[in-house]
């Protein structure tokens, strides 16, 4: 419950430093496509009250996706002539298609390069006082998921495409995070916590995913680069919980939050008839100077613990959330006849003074400020020692703020009707957890880049009205069974998952869409009023088994495996058909663990969707004369490989 928190939460833990413990372990690996992994950490005791702690990840593996050959697919010079004269071109000012201006070689779409190290401290001078502080690196070199076609072209691979954009892809993150806890009293504690970030990237993308051959330079086909010139991102948030310890009739906790946001990034897309030697279809540069997020929250949760077998618990918290954003622009072509139709670079400076074709298309400045009360009851019952049945209510919000051209849009709030159960049987070696929930969102988000009425383009936010109702359940079974073998099983069902009304639904990604009236103000859209929610498959199964063989020396042989089932699901909120849809499917991962008989060192192999699963995560379509060329992402296809470790 609270901000942003309409879809649950994930708490992960990190290891953290061990006073007086000198402990380490490794691990490294390789697999096909190139792939090399390798990760370690090393506890690191400086004296009787301070340890360190140091944590290294680094994955890589090529890409995925192949490139067509250009050589193979462009048509003909005289059918190139042809093409352009049947267009209305001046003979004067033909040109042959460039065969070079096609990505041939090097880095492939879908690849990894990810490294990350994480240097960690605890300080305990005292049972009373303890300080944990980290700081963290990240780099991303690898390279964006292609959009593929769903269809192949004919002649060619499914992980293939005809690309006009290289890939390129640079991310980093500095990370410091700090916590202090305080024991005041016997029945009191202190804890602050701290972190800051700073994030910055650039990105090249070829949007246009390839669908079409260009029967000349300016015909046939669309170029589309979305390219990242630089984001950098800025944040820092504090909390403050004071909150009582031991055994009371009332827990509570009593806490503030701030945190604050200074944000800039620049987008462009160019898109071109034909080629980028073609004419200019539309581009634009998106560039936001600063945005900045400041939000404040109090909040304070207690726990009546009115027996030994019964507890009410209730919280609220009010969230105050302010956004600006300053200078933003939105610069879009004029179709000056007299500025030489280029796609937009990195350094060029888009403005009316500066002579490259660009007029200002939105004026993003604005700001929004938003207050909201959000709050929680529960109740808990012990059924038995080991079976907890409880039920809850509980609001929580997505924040609203300023879309292109400055408009606010509306935060989204969420109710959640929960009731489940707990369960532990046979000493522990069986833990059943069971959920039935009801969710009721009021203004759904739903966001996507879209064409307005005057022909400028932006990403818009729509919230819709009225209900959007999902109600679901949840099981999940870890269970022991002997000394030998494991297995968890998790079922979940979302039978119902309607949209509220909207009316005027649009996206730049799906093409075709219908011509909108002119008080929607956007170009083109559709009612998606009570369609089914993106990514909620009806009923979803998952089934791991793993089992210990010993051997006589006392090494042990673990085989595993993982399979996941789910029905079909849409990919939009448009609810567009197959092409819109992932079918129902099922995906295995098998693996093999050797231990040696000492537990020091292992070697893993492994196989990762051994169906070789086509599953789509995301969908879109491209008009190819009367009908629509569907593309995807989708998830990795089989790999294969093997991993050594040791711990020491």
């Known amino acids: 419950w609270g901000r942003n928190s309409t879809v649950g939460a994930v708490n992960m833990q990190t290891a953290k430093p061990v006073i007086g413990d000198s ?86 779409y879908n690849a990894q390069n990810q490294s990350a190290i994480r240097i960690s401290s605890l300080f305990q001078p005292s049972s009373d006082f303890s300080w944990n502080i980290s700081y963290e690196y990240f780099r991303d070199t690898g390279t964006p998921n292609m959009n593929l076609m769903q269809t192949p072209r004919a002649g ?26 305080w024991q005041l009293s016997d029945y009191l504690s202190l804890s602050y916590t701290a972190g800051f970030s700073r994030f910055e990237g650039s ?54 939050y701030y945190a604050a946001e200074k944000n800039k990034i620049r987008f462009d897309i160019p898109i071109f008839n034909g080629t980028q030697q073609g004419t200019v279809a539309w581009q634009g540069s998106f560039i936001q100077p600063k945005q900045t997020v400041d939000s404040k929250a109090v909040f304070g949760q207690a726990t009546w613990n009115v027996s030994d077998v019964f507890r009410l618990t209730g919280g609220l918290r009010y969230t105050d959330d302010a956004k600006e954003n300053i200078g933003g622009r939105g610069w879009g072509w004029q179709y000056n006849p007299d500025v030489p139709q280029v796609p937009v670079a990195p350094g060029t400076i888009p403005s009316e003074e500066t002579g490259f074709g660009f007029g200002v298309g939105g004026i993003n400045d604005g700001k929004y400020d938003h207050g909201q009360l959000t709050w929680l009851v529960r109740a808990d019952y012990d059924l038995t020692p080991s079976m907890l049945l409880y039920g809850s209510v509980s609001t929580g919000y997505k924040s609203g703020g300023l879309q292109d051209g400055g408009v606010p849009y509306k935060h989204e709030e969420l109710t959640n009707f929960e009731i489940g159960t707990k369960s532990s049987f046979l000493d522990g070696r069986v ?23 005057d022909g400028s383009r932006g990403l818009g936010f729509s919230n819709v009205k009225g209900s959007t ?17 494991r297995v968890q099983i998790i079922f979940s069902a979302i039978p119902h998952k309607k949209l509220g009304t909207l009316l005027y639904a649009g996206s730049n990604d799906y093409q075709g869409l219908p011509a909108c009236p002119a008080e929607s ?67 295995t991962d098998l693996s093999m663990r050797y231990l040696n008989p000492t537990g020091t ?40 490989g093997v991993n050594f470790g040791f711990w020491f």
């Open 469 to 485: 109702k999902v109600w679901g359940f949840e099981s999940e079974l870890n269970a022991r069974l002997g000394d030998d073998d």
């Open 23 to 108: 402990s380490g372990n490794l691990q490294f690996g390789f697999g096909d496509y190139g792939r090399l992994g390798g990760r370690g950490a090393f506890n690191l005791p400086i004296s009787d009250s301070w340890a360190m702690r140091v944590a290294f990840a680094h994955e890589q593996h090529e890409g995925y996706v192949d490139y067509q050959n250009p050589g193979e697919l462009l048509p003909s010079l005289e059918s190139q002539q042809a093409a352009y004269l049947a267009s209305g071109g001046d003979p004067a000012a033909f040109q042959a298609i460039n065969p070079n201006l096609f990505v041939a070689g090097g880095d492939k």
């Open 431 to 453: 833990v059943w957890n069971n959920a039935i929930y009801y969710e009721d969102f009021k203004d759904f988000q739903l966001a996507a880049p879209i064409t307005f009425v």
């Open 601 to 640: 060192w292992y070697v893993d192999a492994y196989v990762d969707n051994v169906e070789n699963k086509k599953v789509r995560t995301s969908a879109g379509r491209t008009a190819v004369g009367s009908g629509f060329e569907y593309l995807s992402q989708y998830l990795p296809p089989r790999t294969v």
């Open 203 to 256: 990105s090249d993308f070829d949007q246009d995913g390839g669908v079409q051959v260009p029967t000349s330079y300016t015909t046939g086909a669309t170029f589309q680069e979305d390219r990242t010139n630089y984001s950098v991102y800025r944040n820092h948030s504090h909390e403050l919980d004071l909150k009582s310890s031991g055994d009371n009739t009332v827990d509570w906790i009593l806490g503030l």
């Open 521 to 587: 103000g956007i170009g083109n859209c559709l009612d998606v009023s009570g369609n089914e929610l993106a990514h909620a498959p009806d009923a979803a199964f998952t089934l791991v088994y793993e089992h210990d063989f010993h051997f006589a020396s006392g090494a042990r042989l673990t085989p595993r495996i993982s399979t996941h089932y789910e029905t079909e699901s849409w990919l939009s909120a448009f609810n567009l058909g197959d092409g819109d849809k992932q079918a129902s499917y099922h995906r």
């Open 156 to 181: 060619q691979e499914f992980w293939s495409t005809f690309a006009d954009t290289a890939p390129y892809l640079d991310r980093e993150v500095h990370t410091l995070r700090s916590r202090m806890d």
